[in-house]
């Protein structure tokens, strides 16, 4: 472990959307989220903390995303989706990473990453810039 580093201050900083759910009585309920996740839903982190997933979202995108995290919970382990076509927000993505926290055999909390595009110029600079050191 990296003596002095503040994960949360990486968390709060990441490029791409970040959101931990925890799941409460068959809900999947926002317990953290960086700023990229506030700009994805548009609104404060007031706003959002606390809050079900399925109340964020439309309803076919609640069901696409409660349905990928009860399959994580189920299995115990990490899923891969798909954005649909329809995800509102104001940053695009095409997929998500949901990764499950397990503790004492059961998942407490859930990481959800979206996946960064890839097609974005700036990934392309930075990859030029990257070769060139």
């Known amino acids: 472990m990296l003596k002095g580093m503040d994960h949360k201050l ?3 900083h990441m490029p791409v959307p970040r959101i931990i759910v925890r799941h409460v009585d068959g809900r999947f309920k926002v317990v953290d ?6 700009e994805f839903f548009g609104r404060s982190e007031s706003e959002v903390l606390g809050q079900t997933m399925r109340s964020l979202l439309d309803n076919e995108n609640a069901e696409h995303i409660v349905h990928s995290l009860t399959v994580s919970v189920k299995r115990q382990k990490p899923v891969t989706i798909q954005s649909l076509p329809t995800f509102p927000g104001n940053a695009q993505v095409p997929g998500f990473w949901i990764n499950p926290v397990i503790e004492n ?3 407490t909390l859930l990481d959800i990453i979206a996946q960064p595009v890839l097609t974005d110029d700036s990934v392309l600079q930075r990859e030029r810039d990257d070769a060139l050191l």
């Open 10 to 12: 990486l968390f709060d």
């Open 33 to 38: 989220l960086n700023q990229k996740a506030c």
């Open 105 to 107: 055999g059961e998942v």
